[in-house]
């Protein structure tokens, strides 16, 4: 049950656009498409910003996507807004259990 | 609104126990698988456990397996998550989630255990 693998780190400047990538194995990112994405700032509970892979719940932003290549995930930010500045997590149904990815935090320059 | 309250948090000794609870509302509980999701401080998100819509079906992280246990009472609208023989490493904020399609949508605002004596 290892954490799917993300950069510790990203960073970009206002209305650019940056991408998370989220590697798992074909046991989990690769063998399902119930992969999502969640936001989450300081002290606050996570939020779903993308669910099975490439969906977005009603009320996010369309300039969050998702999309998935073998046993990697990707989130896609495009023209980044300071609100966006947050910790994200890749997460992944993975068998009998659910895998999170080590989190990435997202600078806003 | 579904909305997700846990409670039941708060220091405990290195071997000790809690009951953690999360109550329910704005959705028909019983039709939902449910999670716990903690967080250590400064730490990233780890899944803990889930729970079948009937509570027929529970799994673990291997981390906690033989210790902790998830239930529910579908009466009362309530999730729990029993922990025992705490570790300084089970200190985290506890997240109790709603499963929908496979993933997780909707997330508590958390409890903090901390394990110190």
């Known amino acids: 049950q290892s954490a799917l693998t993300q950069p510790a780190s990203v960073s970009g400047s206002p209305g650019q656009s940056i991408t998370i990538s989220c590697t798992g194995t074909?046991?989990?990112?690769?063998?399902?498409?119930?992969v999502s994405w969640y936001q989450q700032h300081p002290d606050k509970a996570p939020k779903l910003m993308i669910y099975?892979?490439?969906k977005r719940p009603s009320g996010v932003s369309n300039r969050f996507s998702g999309s998935k290549s073998g046993n990697t995930a990707s989130l896609t930010i495009s023209g980044l807004q300071a609100e966006d500045e947050a910790d994200y997590y890749c997460?992944?149904?993975?068998?009998?259990?659910?895998?999170f990815g080590g989190g990435t935090k997202l600078t806003v320059l | 609104e579904v909305q997700l309250v846990e409670s039941g948090g708060g220091l405990v000794q290195p071997g000790g126990s809690l009951r953690l609870s999360c109550a329910a509302s704005?959705?028909?509980?019983?039709?939902?698988?449910m999670h716990w999701v903690r967080q250590a401080p400064g730490k990233g998100l780890v899944w803990v456990s889930k729970?079948?819509?009937?509570?027929?079906?529970?799994t673990y992280a291997d981390s906690v397996k033989g210790r902790f246990t998830i239930s529910r009472d579908n009466a009362k609208n309530t999730l729990y998550l029993q922990v025992n023989s705490l570790r300084a490493e089970d200190t985290a904020v506890y997240y109790c989630?709603?499963?929908?399609?496979?993933?997780?949508?909707?997330w508590g605002q958390g409890s903090l255990v901390t394990v110190s004596s």
């Open positions: 989630a709603r499963n929908w399609n496979g993933q997780i949508d909707y």
């Open positions: 704005g959705f028909t509980f019983s039709g939902y698988w």
């Open positions: 729970i079948h819509p009937d509570g027929s079906i529970t």
């Open positions: 074909s046991s989990d990112v690769g063998g399902y498409n119930y």
């Open positions: 099975d892979v490439s």
């Open positions: 997460c992944s149904h993975a068998g009998s259990g659910t895998l």
